[in-house]
């Protein structure tokens, strides 16, 4: 006669919310990601951070209003370069 342990094993089972690949740990299944996407995901975030946080660099500073007439020159023009 077959013991009762012998019947199917079930088991919450969800998908990935990066991948949608199958999540099996209650870990992942609660959080809703794998652990190796969880791993990208905070990458991503720390790169956009510090991204954002990155002051933007400037090669050259123009003035807004650059010129008599109030059109703007271009950067040969007020170097005197252009020829």
Known sequence: MADIDDGPT????????????????????????GPTCAMRERAEQRAAEAAAAAPTLVLFELPADNSEDGQPRDLLDLLDLAS
């Open 10 to 33: 079930v088991r919450l089972v969800a998908h990935c919310r990066r991948c949608r690949g199958w999540l099996l740990s209650p870990r992942s299944v609660a959080q809703g990601i």
